[in-house]
């Protein structure tokens, strides 16, 4: 749930092959055959976190290489801390090894932690969490939190900052992420402009880790996945973190990891343009490194439909997080408002998979979206991924 600029509370491989008849073997009739993946890419359409694939450099942090978290731990006259910073630090730690493993390595949480307690200037219940938090009064935490902590802490090499509460902070209750204004002075200490920040709340404790993982990605751009209105969980269900963190199988999606450079751009299996046609694709698991990661066919402007593979890990429910995920991207749709929707369903026999049947298709099955002219076909499953089919049936719509 990023803080937007004035109201946070709105924003909490087989080888491929075409049916078309195939152009001269030259590199530039390869390249005809076979669109880039660029030519998927979407561009961002909301002017915030989007499933675009333009993220402003400035507004946003990059999600690659070594980026230096600063933890300081805060608490407050009406709730003072009596126990050590030490638990909320393991709390919170396996968050970068998660973000490490789902970035294929990518990207490294270098974090340090404070020892000590900062004491805030104002009772927790000063700062307005529970009657709605606007932009200029999150920020106001953000610099008293970290005013308080820069006697004993240096902010001059952080990369963003990391707000834990004392656990008795009751009306603190969630953690919302911090996007710095660029037309505004912010919040500076030891010469270093604090731009991104996540100010954790007691929902860190119902969470765990992964919490760290969702608002750290809107630093990275991406926007929530999960309903501000209605079902809460209908869009994407556990699918990806940026939904519901606690979810069966919350891996970024292989959309979110090309977006953020994870992924490359030779991973990705593209259908886009003019032309009918078709390419049969084999997809490694978005869990592990390696191999193509999905195939996207690009169905619009803003628009594209995805089909990556997914294997359940640990205790995961199977065969509900196992097979391909196919789902619609819409790079023009707003954060909370369903910007990317799982296509639900299974083959006729398939056990249920919850109530909101968000689970992964298995061999035999097969989606069609005659509006768009796409088909998906699931051929073939196994130990280390799947087979899918991509086809375009006609032009697309302009």
Same mark, same amino acid.
């Given at each position: 749930?990023?803080?937007?600029?004035?109201?946070?509370?709105t924003?909490?491989?087989l080888?491929?092959?075409?049916?078309?008849? +195939?152009?001269?073997? =030259?590199?530039?009739?390869?390249?005809?055959?076979?669109?880039a993946a660029?030519? &998927?890419?979407?561009?961002?359409?909301?002017?915030?976190t989007? !499933?675009?694939?333009?993220?402003?450099?400035?507004?946003?942090?990059?999600? #690659?290489?070594?980026?230096?978290?600063?933890?300081?731990?805060?608490?407050?006259?009406?709730?003072?801390?009596t126990?050590?910073?030490?638990?909320?630090?393991?709390?919170?730690?396996?968050?970068?090894g998660w973000?490490?493993?789902?970035?294929?390595?990518?990207?490294?949480?270098?974090?340090t932690?404070?020892?000590r307690?900062?004491?805030m200037?104002?009772?927790? /219940?000063?700062?307005?969490f529970?009657r709605?938090l606007?932009?200029?009064?999150? !920020?106001?935490?953000?610099?008293?939190?970290?005013?308080?902590?820069?006697?004993?802490?240096?902010?001059?090499?952080a990369?963003?900052?990391?707000v834990?509460?004392?656990?008795?902070?009751?009306?603190?209750?969630?953690?919302p #992420?911090?996007?710095?204004?660029?037309? /505004?002075?912010?919040?500076t200490?030891?010469?270093?402009?604090i731009?991104w +920040?996540?100010?954790?709340?007691?929902?860190?404790?119902?969470?765990?880790?992964?919490?760290?993982?969702? !608002?750290?990605?809107?630093?990275?751009? $991406?926007?929530?996945?999960?309903a501000?209105?209605?079902? =809460?969980?209908?869009?994407?269900?556990?699918?990806d973190?940026?939904?519901?963190?606690?979810?069966?199988?919350?891996?970024?999606?292989?959309?979110?990891?090309?977006?953020?450079g994870?992924t490359?751009?030779?991973?990705?299996? &593209?259908l886009a343009?003019?032309?009918a046609?078709s390419? #049969?694709?084999? $997809?490694?698991?978005?869990?592990?490194?390696g191999g193509t990661?999905?195939?996207?066919v690009?169905?619009?402007? #803003?628009?594209?439909?995805?089909?990556?593979?997914?294997?359940?890990?640990?205790?995961d429910?199977a065969?509900?997080?196992?097979?391909v995920?196919?789902?619609?991207?819409?790079?023009?749709?707003? /954060?909370?408002?369903?910007?990317?929707?799982?296509?639900?369903?299974?083959?006729?026999?398939?056990?249920? &998979?919850?109530?909101?049947?968000?689970?992964?298709?298995?061999?035999?099955?097969?989606?069609?979206?005659?509006?768009?002219?796409?088909?998906? !076909?699931?051929?073939?499953?196994?130990?280390?991924?799947?087979?899918?089919?991509?086809?375009r049936?006609?032009?697309?719509?302009?």
């Amino acid at each position: 749930m990023p803080t937007r600029l004035r109201l946070l509370a709105t924003v909490l491989a087989l080888t491929a092959t075409l049916t078309a008849p +195939a152009p001269a073997a =030259t590199a530039a009739g390869r390249a005809a055959a076979h669109p880039a993946a660029a030519d &998927c890419a979407l561009a961002g359409r909301t002017g915030w976190t989007d !499933e675009g694939h333009d993220t402003d450099p400035v507004q946003f942090q990059p999600a #690659t290489g070594t980026r230096r978290v600063l933890t300081i731990f805060v608490d407050f006259p009406d709730a003072p801390a009596t126990e050590p910073t030490a638990p909320y630090a393991a709390h919170l730690a396996p968050a970068a090894g998660w973000l490490r493993t789902a970035s294929y390595g990518g990207l490294r949480l270098d974090v340090t932690a404070s020892r000590r307690w900062a004491r805030m200037p104002q009772a927790s /219940t000063a700062y307005g969490f529970q009657r709605g938090l606007s932009f200029e009064a999150h !920020e106001r935490y953000l610099r008293d939190a970290i005013a308080a902590a820069d006697p004993y802490e240096d902010f001059s090499s952080a990369d963003m900052v990391y707000v834990v509460p004392v656990r008795t902070a009751t009306a603190i209750p969630f953690s919302p #992420t911090y996007l710095f204004d660029p037309a /505004t002075a912010g919040v500076t200490a030891d010469g270093r402009r604090i731009k991104w +920040a996540v100010t954790f709340g007691q929902d860190m404790w119902r969470w765990g880790h992964k919490v760290a993982a969702h !608002e750290t990605g809107h630093t990275f751009g $991406l926007p929530d996945l999960y309903a501000f209105t209605g079902e =809460t969980h209908g869009f994407v269900g556990g699918w990806d973190v940026m939904g519901h963190i606690a979810g069966a199988a919350p891996q970024y999606l292989g959309w979110h990891s090309w977006k953020l450079g994870w992924t490359r751009d030779d991973q990705v299996a &593209c259908l886009a343009g003019p032309r009918a046609g078709s390419r #049969t694709v084999r $997809l490694t698991p978005v869990e592990r490194p390696g191999g193509t990661k999905i195939a996207v066919v690009r169905t619009g402007p #803003t628009t594209a439909y995805v089909a990556e593979s997914r294997r359940a890990a640990g205790n995961d429910p199977a065969p509900c997080s196992t097979g391909v995920l196919i789902y619609k991207v819409d790079s023009a749709v707003a /954060t909370g408002e369903g910007p990317v929707r799982v296509i639900g369903g299974r083959p006729p026999g398939a056990p249920p &998979c919850g109530p909101l049947d968000l689970a992964a298709r298995a061999p035999g099955d097969t989606f069609t979206d005659p509006a768009t002219g796409t088909r998906i !076909e699931m051929l073939a499953g196994g130990r280390t991924g799947d087979v899918v089919r991509v086809t375009r049936l006609a032009t697309l719509p302009r």
